[in-house]
Structures are given as C-alpha cells and as structure tokens.
C-alpha cells in the first residue's frame, strides 16, 4: 500500500513542482543569454537584461515560498477538505498517510533546494567560477589543517541538521493542521494559531533550557587565537549535535501526535 | 450470521449539540436498506461514522465483527453527498486509483457502465458537471464487490430520468451478498428496491422494520408512513 501511495502522491505533487522548475530553468536560461550576450549601449537590451534578472531574483524567492506553501496546502486539501472523503475511506493507515505526505514534501524541497543552486551556478558558469571553486576548496583544506576531525564534524552536522530541519518544519505544520482541523469552523484560522502557538511554546522551553544548562564554554573568551578558534568550532559542533538530536527527537513527536490526533479525533465536515 | 453493522449506544456529539443520542441498531446481510429521516436527522453522520470519517463520542461501531478501520474499509464502499474528486484528473486515472487501492474493484464493471452512459473515460473531470462528476463517482462505488455499500443521498442531485438509472445501476450491480444502505428523503423514488427501512430523527431510531411488514400489518407505503412518524 506504501508503494501505491507514493506513486500516487507524487504524480499528484509532481505536475506543481516539475511546472515551477521548468519555469525557473526557462528564466534561468534567459538570463544566462542576456549575460552572455551584451551589447554594450544599448538602452533596450539592458531594459531586457534588468527585467530579466529581476525575474530571476524574483524566482529565487518563489522557489521555496511555493515550495512550501505547496507542501501545507496539499495535506490539507487532500486529507482535510473533500478529497479527505476518499483518502480516508481507502484501506490505509493514517500513519501512512502522514508518512507518504511528509516523506514526498521532503523530496520536493530538497530537489528545489539543488535547482536552486544548480541555476545559480548556470548563471556563474564561465564568469570566473574556476577561481571560486579552487578559492573554495583551498579555503576548506585551510581550515581542516586547523580542526581536522572537527571540522568534517561540523560538515556534518550542520548538513544533517538542514535535512532533519526540512522533515521537523512539515511535520510542524502538519500537527498545527490536525489541531485545526478539531475546530469544527475557521480550520484555516485554527491551523495558522496552532503553527504559531506551538512555536511559542518550544522557544521558550529550549530558551530556558539553555540558559539553565549554561552551555557556553568560558574558552570562548580568551585572548589566544588558536585556542579561541577551536572552542568556538567545539561549541558550535557541541551546540549543533544538541539541536540536531532535539530536531529528530520533536520531528518523531510531531508525527505521532498527528497519528493521534488524525485517528482518535477526525472531524471531517 | 453476524450481522454486517452494528452500533452499540453509539452518540456523537458537535460541540453541545447531540447528532446521535446512544443509538443501538443492527444491519442483517444482503439486504437493500432505506435510512430515512428529514434533513438533519444524524443520517450523515451515521454514514460518516461508519466510514471513520468522524469518530464517535461515545459507544462502539462495529461492522463485519471489526471496529472500523483498514480492514473494514476493504469491504465497505461508501457514496458521499459531496464530490470528493479532484478536478486535474482523468476519469481513467481515478479508475487506475480505485483499482490499485481496492483489490474488490472491478475496471471492466466500470468501464462498461461509463460506455453505457456515454461518459468518455479520457475527459478530465474538471471539464464534467456536477450530475456527471455523481454518476461517475456511483460507478466507481458500484464497481466494487463490497460486503456494505453506504449511500449517501445517491439521488439527491440528479434529474428524475436520471434517478431511475442509477436506482437500476444500484440494483443490478451490487454484490448480492452485500447490504446496502441508502440514506436519503426522496422516498418514494427508491421505495420499490427497499427491503427494509430505519426511520432516524432528532440522532434517535425512531422506527426499523421491514417493508413486507409495513405494507402487511400497517396496509401502508414507506411513503404514508414516513409523513404520518414525521408528521410536522
């Protein structure tokens, strides 16, 4: 049944998505034209080249507003307005039904993330970019002479906190709906005060945490150098692990309780 | 045999107001059933909590010995009063969807009925309208070998022409061990396929019995007696 959702959910996402990329790339290549192309003095192409780039600033925005605003909308339309009437009825878990959701929206935005990056990249190709990637890579191998194993650490953990992050936001915003969806009128209303309102709670529960745990290792404020440097990385690292840890721990949290929520208290009007 | 459903003390309530007050009803196998009451009566949300749509507040639904859930929604195949289709499809994708999720879901049954109706199997169901999009949801929930069908309100939106059609579709299709049971307030429309009737009203069962019966012991039609126990 898992296969069969997932099929299924993405062939329903898909066309949204793949829509939203090809139209970005489009914009993308047209930019790349009109950098590659200039001629000088001319008020028309430049018109052309600054409308151009305007749309691609723009896009670059888009990408992850949609990309989110997609992700929301279509656990609600699919599972909260009529179409719910179908979903619900197959023979499938609601376990299955949050999973395949979230694990599909995951997907989405980690593609969108790549585009992202790979147009950026399009429009920098040729324009010194060699110069960028060796300035880069030799910057890299600097730093790791200084903190070794640290530093591949913080790699890492700061790429796995980005990709749990990902999860930990839909799930969020997943929970906030099923407690909206318990309001029998304004459920959009109830789902946005519930996004909000759990994201009260938490910042003031980690806030306190981590004021009370005193994490902040007094190295950081020394006079030499070397030392500073490698506490500040051996704090970030430290730092990172504990929020990476309570990202996978509320992200599995969030889950269950609109597992629960979704079983024990369905409301579809 | 056990009957197919049956609710125990079964009450949902919407905020403060009581939808069913702690009903206890039984449903027998392969029967055609009329649940009938005016608008308002907790019909719906009998359905509805029969298809775990809603859960109840109170006391047990319990269909084919199993509290619903994944295994009883193989077996049930339920006819909302609301399209639940979405517009981007094709009528050939949602059938694809039915068959991949339902292993009681017969294509070449619904592909036959969509040719007998003239609905192309290609059009988007964007492009449909709203009797279209019910016509061919009845064929998707027909097209299943279910031991329950729930209809609700099957022909509530359609013209009087129409009704006779999907009456028959009803009747010539279902899975002859199968119950039915179709809600609605047209009653004199499908009393001729009704073996037995629940009044409901106020979330009460007001009356159950079945049609022989009324007809013998009360010399009535389902449609005398639903005016005269509902009598305004």
């Known amino acids: ?269 | 045999m056990s009957p197919i459903l049956e609710c125990r003390n079964l009450s949902k309530k919407y905020g403060y107001k009581e939808a069913l007050s702690g009903i206890d009803l039984s449903v027998e196998r392969g029967r055609i059933v009329g649940l009938l009451g005016p608008n308002g009566s907790g019909k719906s949300t009998l359905i509805k909590l029969s298809n775990g749509l809603l859960t109840p507040t109170n006391g047990e639904l319990i269909i084919n010995n199993m509290p619903v859930g994944p295994e009883t929604k193989k077996i049930v195949s339920y006819l909302p009063e609301r399209t639940y289709l979405n517009n981007w499809m094709k009528v050939c994708d949602i059938i694809d969807f039915f068959a991949d999720f339902y292993e009681n879901f017969d294509k070449n049954k619904a592909y036959e009925m969509l040719k007998r109706l003239n609905i192309n199997a290609k059009d988007r169901l964007k492009t449909m309208s709203k009797g279209t999009k019910e016509k061919v949801q009845l064929i998707l929930v027909m097209s299943r070998q279910a031991d329950l069908y729930l209809l609700d309100e099957p022909i509530g939106g359609v013209d009087p022409a129409a009704r006779d059609y999907i009456l028959n579709t009803i009747i010539s299709n279902y899975n002859p061990d199968g119950t039915i049971i179709i809600s609605t307030h047209l009653i004199s429309d499908i009393e001729q396929i009704l073996d037995d009737i629940i009044f409901i009203q106020n979330g009460t069962i007001v009356k159950t019995a079945s049609v022989d019966d009324i007809r013998s012991q009360e010399g009535k039609s389902v449609d005398a007696l639903f005016r005269e126990v509902f009598r305004c």
């Open chain 1, 1 to 269: 049944m898992l296969g069969k959702l997932f099929k299924h959910e993405f062939k329903a996402t898909g066309r949204h998505y793949l829509l939203m990329y090809s139209v970005f790339f489009v914009i993308t290549l047209f930019n790349k034209l009109f950098l590659e192309l200039s001629v000088p003095n001319n008020r028309f192409f430049s018109y052309f080249q600054n409308i151009f780039m305007l749309f691609f600033v723009l896009m670059c925005a888009a990408i992850f507003i949609l990309s989110s605003v997609l992700v929301v909308y279509r656990f609600y339309k699919n599972l909260m307005c009529d179409e719910g009437y179908l979903m619900f009825t197959l023979p499938v878990k609601v376990g299955e039904h949050i999973i395949v959701k979230a694990v599909t929206s995951f997907v989405w935005i980690v593609l969108s993330t790549i585009i992202f990056f790979l147009s950026i990249l399009i429009l920098v190709c040729g324009h010194g970019l060699g110069d960028f990637f060796s300035v880069c890579s030799k910057f890299i191998q600097e730093l790791s002479i200084y903190y070794g194993v640290q530093l591949n650490l913080f790699i890492f953990i700061y790429v796995c906190t980005f990709l749990v992050g990902i999860l930990y936001n839909i799930l969020q915003s997943y929970f906030a709906i099923s407690i909206g969806q318990l309001v029998g009128k304004h459920r959009i209303l109830a789902s946005i005060g519930a996004y909000f309102a759990i994201n009260f709670v938490l910042q003031n529960i980690f806030g306190f945490l981590f004021i009370f745990t005193n994490t902040i290792d007094p190295d950081l404020f020394v006079i030499d150098e070397i030392k500073k440097a490698e506490s500040i990385i051996h704090y970030l690292n430290t730092f990172g692990i504990i929020s990476l840890v309570l990202s996978i721990i509320l992200t599995v949290v969030f889950y269950f309780a609109t597992k629960l929520v979704l079983t024990k208290k369905l409301n579809l009007d």
